[in-house]
């Protein structure tokens, strides 16, 4: 484990805006140092996407591109992060991927030469490994297309550089189905962890070759599935709230190899992540709800550096053409903080209490995310000596806050929930203490028609 | 409420390492592998789904009974097949090409399977040729197709035209996040689910209406 310690070690430092390593970018934006920023991801109406449709695709993109940020200049916004996320034919043929980066930035430049608004590209092309299954880790067509999207969009110019990595995923799944924390642990903590830094390196060596950053990676594969299964009632909040935790230690590997933030707006678990890096964060929540549902909409912003929607289809609605929309919704969200923030700390504390009151006490998921519980389950990651430890000691102390906060009546708890607190306890001590002993445990359940061990340089 | 058959309660409580003795004991004791099968099984999975539809119990609950019914299973499995009992319905089910997601759709398999529908599992980025293909062999009268993304919906709108100009008399029915019911009538599927908590619900009206 590369850090040993906090970056904030003080939850009320933990606030939207303020990052102690802040992002500069190429615009001049400072993220991280003072400003929310809006950061709108959009992603094309139900269409098919192949050689005959890529004239509509390009016309999409040009329309949401001009249309979003005209309205951003005239909301006055301080700067626009946009997130261009790939749709997978478009990783798997980077031309097509490369087009619309080109068409993006053109976009981004003609409105800033039209109104000098400020603007920013992060690129987040799909990890289209598990196309194959056993996944190919770190050989193959779609590792090749998607490194070759990420090195061409940085030469493009796309500054920030994004991936949801799938390490681990073929197992984790099934492990949240199973309600299996050694599972998830393995998939997280011993996979996940693994091809990460395998992942990670290659993208930094792609970042230096352009003189762009590496921004970071999310768990959304892994804590977003929990949190939706769990919003779905397919598995118990408490235990998607373990996972959520548990997702903080792969996602940290990004910034162990060199990213250096915004974080990706769906890792829910970067709260945990700048207290450990100081690197500012990305953070999705209310107006997200377009993408997927959630149970912290406004405690989500507490800590966040650029506030964004996930992903909005190019729909119509009343107001306009939905990315247009949910661009607006942004900015006058960002204002808010922002404004509070320029009346001070105590008004700006003032206003992250309300957004974590709101919704901590209504579910374990945002209770987990609090800057207070995130801080205190940061400081157990990095006073972990592996990364196997790390999740356990991690997940140990998230059971332990979600149950003590709900013994003392300070979190509502569904009753078939309650159970789980023994189940996951009973789990956590069954665990071998050793890593090499968990991995070769793990190894001789695991399926391994769904993964390959070699991929993660385990022997079996 | 009157007592459960103590095979019954077992899947219920998910007690897979009593499953298999209950059901050597109902063989024992001469009652037909169908009858074991059909009034002792079947109607513990039966129930373990009410209550998950309910939301009594979560996923991994369920799951815990489904293993308690495979353990069951494999003791039943000879005499099932010694008498030709096979399950009444066959299903086929997978996601659709170009899309990778597959927790919906294996919830959906895993349910079919605790009603007592034999369920082939196509898995993930499944083209349209390839269901084809399967329904021919295994002449199954309901098939499944899942899809997440907005950009896969196509798929699904030509895997359920592909299906239906090979003159394949099979139900089809679809579902995921971007998936509505109009959607689904206006591709011409037989059903929707909204979700897997009541695909088996859905499957089983539109099974009731092949018979």
């Not at chain 1, 993006?104 to 194959?132: C, H, I």
């Not at chain 1, 939706?228 to 590997?253: G, N």
């Not at chain 2, 003791?75 to 990778?100: F, N, Q, R, W, Y």
Request: charged share 25%; aromatic share 6%; glycine share 8%.
């Amino acid at each position: 484990m590369q850090y040993k310690s906090l970056a904030i070690e003080d939850p009320s430092e933990l606030i939207f805006g303020v990052a102690p390593r802040p992002v500069t970018t190429l615009s001049g934006m400072v993220i991280g140092g003072g400003t929310v920023y809006p950061e709108l991801n959009f992603t094309l109406p139900p269409m098919r996407i192949d050689a005959s449709t890529m004239a509509e695709v390009r016309r999409n993109y040009e329309q949401i591109i001009a249309d979003a940020l005209r309205r951003a200049a005239e909301l006055d916004a301080p700067g626009v992060v946009i997130e261009f996320e790939t749709l997978p034919p478009m990783t798997e043929y980077p031309a097509w991927g490369l087009d619309i980066v080109k068409i993006l930035l053109e976009g981004m430049k003609q409105e800033a030469d039209r109104s000098g608004l400020q603007s920013v590209l992060r690129m987040t092309p799909n990890d289209n490994r598990e196309f194959e299954r056993p996944p190919l880790m770190r050989r193959g067509r779609y590792w090749n297309a998607m490194l070759e999207l990420f090195e061409g969009s940085a030469a493009a110019g796309a500054e920030l550089l994004s991936i949801e990595s799938v390490g681990g995923k073929e197992l984790h799944d099934e492990a949240l189905l199973n309600g299996d924390l050694a599972g998830s642990l393995f998939s997280l903590c011993i996979l996940g962890e693994r091809d990460m830094r395998f992942l990670w390196r290659s993208l930094q060596e792609i970042a230096d070759r352009h003189g762009v950053k590496c921004a970071g990676d999310t768990a959304c594969g892994f804590g977003n599935t929990a949190m939706v299964l769990a919003e779905q009632r397919m598995i118990p909040r408490v235990f998607a709230a373990v996972v959520r935790a548990i997702t903080a230690v792969r996602s940290l590997v990004a910034y162990e190899c060199g990213a250096v933030g915004p974080g990706k707006d769906c890792g829910y678990e970067n709260p945990i992540l700048k207290a450990i890096t100081g690197f500012p964060m990305a953070m999705e929540g209310k107006s997200s709800a377009c993408a997927h549902l959630s149970p912290m909409g406004n405690l989500a912003a507490a800590c966040c550096d650029t506030w964004s929607n996930e992903s909005v289809q190019n729909i119509k609605l009343l107001g306009g053409m939905a990315p247009t929309c949910y661009m607006e919704q942004l900015i006058y969200d960002c204002r808010l903080m922002n404004i509070a923030s320029s009346h001070g700390k105590e008004s700006a504390l003032q206003l992250q209490r309300w957004m974590v009151e709101s919704d901590e006490m209504l579910d374990p998921q945002a209770f987990i995310l609090s800057p207070r519980s995130c801080v205190n389950l940061a400081k157990v990651i990095v006073s972990s000596d592996s990364y196997y430890h790390a999740g356990v000691a991690v997940a140990r102390r998230a059971v332990e806050l979600l149950h003590g906060a709900y013994s003392q009546g300070k979190l509502r708890i569904e009753p078939n929930e309650v159970i789980w607190f023994d189940n996951m306890r009973d789990a956590l001590d069954e665990l071998p203490a050793s890593e090499a002993e968990f991995i070769a445990q793990q190894l001789a359940r695991a399926d391994r028609t769904r993964f390959l061990p070699k991929e993660y340089d385990l022997e079996v | 409420m009157t007592d459960l058959h103590p095979l019954t309660q077992a899947i219920i409580d998910g007690r897979r390492k009593d499953a298999p003795g209950l059901v050597q004991q109902c063989l024992d004791a001469g009652e037909s592998a169908g009858s074991i099968l059909e009034n002792r099984l079947v109607p513990g999975m039966m129930i373990v789904g009410d209550r998950f539809k309910h939301n009594e119990i979560f996923v991994p609950e369920m799951l815990i009974a489904a293993r308690a019914m495979k353990e069951a299973l494999k003791v039943l499995e000879p005499s099932l097949v010694a008498a030709g009992v096979k399950p009444e319905h066959t299903a086929v089910i997978g996601t659709v090409e170009g899309d990778l997601h597959d927790i919906g759709k294996n919830l959906v398999a895993m349910m079919w399977k605790g009603a007592n529908i034999e369920v082939i599992d196509l898995g993930v980025n499944v083209p349209a040729a390839r269901f084809i293909e399967s329904i021919k062999e295994n002449r199954p009268k309901l098939l499944g197709l899942s899809a997440l993304l907005t950009t896969t919906m196509p798929a699904m709108r030509d895997t359920v035209k592909a299906v239906r100009d090979a003159g394949l008399a099979i139900k089809i029915m679809v579902g995921g996040a971007p998936i509505t019911r109009e959607f689904a009538r206006e591709i011409g599927a037989d059903g929707y689910s909204p979700d897997a908590g009541s695909a088996v619900d859905a499957a089983v009206e539109l099974l009731k209406a092949t018979a």
